[in-house]
């Protein structure tokens, strides 16, 4: 189970990359980066395909999810100065209590 969660963990990091460089294609117009977003897609479904293998679907998902999201709102706000309200970070707690509670509940 310890290997299936890694490829979570992967697949999330690559989703990551693929959001940052989907904001860097400037809506596909530069190939290089919009090619690098779809490999990273790919890639991260891949992963997240053979941890399905062994996780269940909820937990595989949620965690893919919410590493996805919290990595891209810090690399959005690292790399492209993007800034979000008291709100949005009360939703990130949100995505993150989901999470732990459905770890729990397997």
Same mark, same amino acid.
């Given at each position: 189970m310890s290997w299936? *969660? #890694?490829?979570v963990i992967f697949a999330a990091i690559l989703d990551i990359f693929a959001n940052l460089f989907l904001? $860097?294609?400037? +809506? *596909? +117009?530069? $190939? #290089?980066?919009a !090619?690098?977003?779809i !490999?990273? @897609?790919w890639a991260a479904f891949t992963a997240l395909t053979f941890a399905l293998e062994t996780l269940p679907l909820? @937990?595989?998902y949620s965690t893919w999810g919410a590493v #996805? %999201? !919290?990595g891209t709102t810090a690399g959005g706000a690292i790399l492209f $100065?993007?800034?979000i309200g008291a %709100? #949005?970070?009360v939703g990130i707690a949100i995505v993150l209590c989901a999470v732990i509670l459905l770890h729990i509940d397997v």
């Open positions: 299936a *969660f #890694g490829l904001k $860097k294609s400037n +809506a *596909f +117009a530069h $190939k #290089g980066y !090619i690098a977003c !490999i990273m @897609v909820s @937990v595989a #996805g %999201i !919290i $100065k993007e800034r %709100i #949005g970070y």
